[in-house]
């Protein structure tokens, strides 16, 4: 109940193209819905978050699609670029934050 | 400084050692999880606190495990008996809001058990 599913595991996408990462959840307590983004040898770092009651929020070239009914939420990438290289995780909370296993990204020129 | 501070940010011991791993929070953040992160491994939630008392302590992997926060600041997170499965990076991060996502992450400290 307290898993946070996540897929692919690994994504290579050309310059310029839409990264889509997808994650689902169990536990309908959840009320909060934050993306990390990770380089290597960094702590994680929060890149944009959405709450139950919307179903998409865009901040700059990321956008988060979330479908309550489903219990899944996914995040878009648009124009990837090279120094978006980088290991992603979705999360859920409500008081503790459990996060997916992430995802790790290669931007290819 | 203005961000998660934890110390060592690196840490060799030798099996059945004890270590201690200290998390500086940002000033005035409530809130103060661990986790630790096996290498290329996700995150796994190891204790959480609000102020000083841990709601949830699942997370800890076995009784070695322990940790503490005093005057709503900094937390020690202790290993006893240390085993080489508990190398790992071990991730400290605070929130200003309680019951949100919102995590501030420091750069962690890695532990190398021989």
């Known amino acids: 109940q307290q898993q946070v599913k996540q897929s692919p595991q690994s994504l290579i996408v050309q310059k310029g193209g839409i990264s889509i990462i997808n994650c689902a959840y169990e536990?309908?307590?959840?009320?909060?819905f934050p993306w990390y983004q990770q380089f290597p040898g960094k702590g994680p770092a929060l890149l944009i978050a959405?709450?139950?009651?919307?179903s998409e929020k865009k901040e700059g070239r990321f956008t988060i699609s979330f479908n309550k009914s489903a219990k899944q939420f996914s995040l878009h990438i648009m124009d990837s670029q090279p120094g978006d290289s980088a290991t992603y995780f979705c999360?859920?909370?409500?008081?503790?934050?459990?996060f997916g296993p992430g995802t790790s990204l290669s931007v290819i020129p | 400084g203005a961000g998660v501070s934890q110390s060592p940010s690196n840490k060799v011991t030798e099996k059945g050692k004890d270590v201690e791993l200290r998390c500086d929070p940002i000033?005035?953040?409530?809130?103060l999880y661990w986790y630790r992160q096996s290498l290329g491994q996700g995150l796994e939630f190891l204790i959480y606190?609000?102020?000083?008392?841990?709601?949830?302590k699942s997370g800890l992997p076995s009784d070695r495990f322990s940790a503490e926060r005093t005057g709503g600041s900094v937390s020690t997170l202790t290993i006893q008996r240390t085993q080489q499965e508990d190398s790992a990076v071990y991730l400290c991060?605070?929130?200003?809001?309680?019951?949100?996502?919102?995590?501030?992450f420091g750069e962690g400290s890695r532990l190398t058990v021989l």
């Open positions: 606190f609000q102020g000083n008392s841990a709601p949830d």
């Open positions: 959405i709450r139950p009651d919307v």
């Open positions: 999360a859920a909370s409500y008081d503790k934050v459990i």
């Open positions: 000033s005035g953040h409530t809130a």
């Open positions: 536990n309908t307590a959840f009320d909060y």
């Open positions: 991060a605070s929130s200003p809001h309680p019951n949100t996502g919102e995590l501030f």
